[in-house]
Every structure is written in structure tokens, then in C-alpha cells.
């Protein structure tokens, strides 16, 4: 019987993000939000998912709900659920659920972790099917995947209902004052996040605060320093974007361009291919 996802705030970019790989992996979806127009609509339409105008009576019999994280529990479609009995998860509960089936690779960070997930889903799934999940709307689910590459976002801790094989730590910053209170309490989140990933963490080297990380999974480095594990050098920029040789220590693991520009595109890129290598991916 093919199970039926109702999502209250679908055009959220998260969350149409994971109606689009609930979709692709032969679930009914469907789902509400606001009536104005948004960016997410073009691939929700493209897909044939229907957006409904808010209303308690969209919900039926038999439906799992998935909740924006933005809508409390007083809202009429969530009460309604509630009185049908449904199963409810939080967007962020369902995808932490969602990546148990896979070798999961989730990307956190003050910045950088669109870029960087995608960069990561273009290149693992050139090599191996790859669902992912990316924070700009877009988002994909291949039957019998191997990989699922998704961003990880530290908002109110969301991240912490996530334990993935790997993550990549682009960076900790102080944001979201309306819920941190300082950038020690965003370090406690992201340490806190680290202690439940399973197999080992790949974190920017020249970052302060992630060279304080106190885990029991292997810690990565990945920078332009010797004191890096995984490092770039002989880095050439272009016309055409940048070019480096990515190392492990001393071992050359192989010469990369990619079509990018700037310090954080290399870095970022060296975190990919640092996730590739400890796979045991080819580098060609």
C-alpha cells in the first residue's frame, strides 16, 4: 500500500525539499501552505504535488503528517490531526528517521552548507546513487541509494535529531540570537551533534572552535595548513575556477578542478573529497 505524507507548510524549502525524495521514492504526497506564490513551487509542480490552501479538512484517515518546524502545535490542521489520531513528526524528526536506511553524510555550518551539500551530492552521485536533500528546495531520492547527503542545520538544535554516519563541519559561528545565547552555547550544539555522529566528523582545520571538539569518532582537519589531515596545495585559480592537489598527510590523493572560485570553494571541495577518500572512493 503506498503510504500517504501530508506536509502543513510544503513550500517551506526544507520541506519541499523532502516531499520531492518522498515522492521520488513512491510515496503519495501532498501537503498545504500559503496561497502566494514561492521559488519551491516550480519543483513541486514539475513533480505532479498537490498544494492545497491551509484547511483542517485537508486531513484524512491514514495520513502521516510532517510538520514544518515553523508551525506550533495550536495550528488548526495539527489539531485536527491530533483529533484523527495521526502519526506526526516534525521535519526535522522525519528526516533523522528517513537517513537510517542509507550511509548518511549531513553537512552543518554557519556558512557554507548549501554550497557544499550540493557540491557533495553532484560528485557521490556520480559514482554511487545518491539521494540528497539541500536547504535550497531542491532535493532528490534514488530507489536503493546508497548515500544520502543533506544539510544539517543547528536552528534550535534541529540537527541534534540527526546521528549520521559522517558530517562535515564547515564552521561555528554566532547565529541565531533569537535562540542562542552566546557562541559557546552554539559550540555545545554542534559538540553535542558531533558525539552522535557515527563513524567520523570532517572539520574546516583553521576554525577555533572545532579544533576544541571532544568526541569518540575520528576528527578530520581539512584545510591549506601542514597541520591539517586533509590538505590542498599547489592551489591555481583561473578563468575557468580552481585547481589544487588534495592530500592525506603526505599521500597525494589526486589533482582536482573544479568550475568555482575562491578560498571557501577549494576548502569545500576538499571536504568532499576528504569524504570520498575515507569511503574509499576513486578519485578519478
Excluded: C
Excluded at 540570537?177 to 572539520?203: C, H, L, N, S
Excluded at 579544533?211 to 569518540?216: A, H, I, K, N
Excluded at 569518532?217 to 592537489?245: C, H, M, T, W
Amino acid at each position: 500500500m503506498t503510504e500517504t505524507d501530508y506536509f502543513i507548510g510544503i513550500k517551506g524549502s526544507g520541506m519541499s525539499s523532502l516531499a520531492l525524495i518522498l515522492h521520488d521514492l513512491g510515496h503519495q504526497v501532498l501537503g498545504s501552505d500559503i496561497t502566494q506564490y514561492t521559488f519551491t513551487q516550480k519543483g513541486l509542480e514539475a513533480a505532479g504535488i498537490e498544494t492545497l490552501p491551509f484547511d483542517p479538512a485537508n486531513l484524512k484517515a491514514g495520513y502521516t503528517v510532517i510538520l514544518g518546524n515553523s508551525f506550533t502545535d495550536e495550528h488548526p490542521e495539527v489539531v485536527r490531526a491530533k483529533e484523527l489520531g495521526l502519526p506526526i513528526y516534525r521535519y526535522h524528526e522525519y528526516l533523522g528517521k528517513l537517513i537510517g536506511d542509507y550511509t548518511s553524510i549531513g553537512v552543518a555550518g554557519a556558512h557554507g552548507k548549501t554550497s557544499t551539500t550540493g557540491l557533495l551530492a553532484h560528485t557521490l552521485g556520480g559514482i554511487a546513487k545518491t539521494s540528497y536533500l539541500i536547504g535550497d528546495g531542491s532535493g532528490k531520492g534514488i530507489p536503493d541509494s546508497k548515500f544520502f547527503v543533506f544539510e544539517a542545520d543547528e536552528y534550535r538544535r534541529h540537527f541534534l535529531a540527526y546521528h549520521p554516519d559522517y558530517i562535515i563541519m564547515t564552521n561555528i559561528d554566532f547565529d541565531h540570537p533569537d535562540y542562542y545565547t552566546g557562541i559557546e552555547d552554539v559550540y555545545d550544539a554542534f559538540e553535542t551533534e558531533a558525539k552522535q555522529v557515527k563513524k567520523a566528523i570532517f572539520a574546516w582545520g583553521d576554525d577555533q572552535w572545532l579544533r576544541r571538539l571532544d568526541v569518540d569518532v575520528p576528527v578530520y582537519y581539512y584545510g591549506l595548513k601542514d597541520s591539517d589531515d586533509f590538505i590542498a596545495r599547489n592551489v591555481q585559480r583561473g578563468p575557468a575556477g580552481s585547481e589544487f592537489d588534495a592530500y592525506h598527510k603526505d599521500e597525494l590523493i589526486g589533482h582536482f578542478k573544479v568550475a568555482l572560485y575562491g578560498e571557501h570553494a577549494v576548502l569545500n571541495s576538499l571536504a568532499v573529497v576528504a569524504v570520498a577518500y575515507t569511503e574509499h572512493l576513486s578519485a578519478t
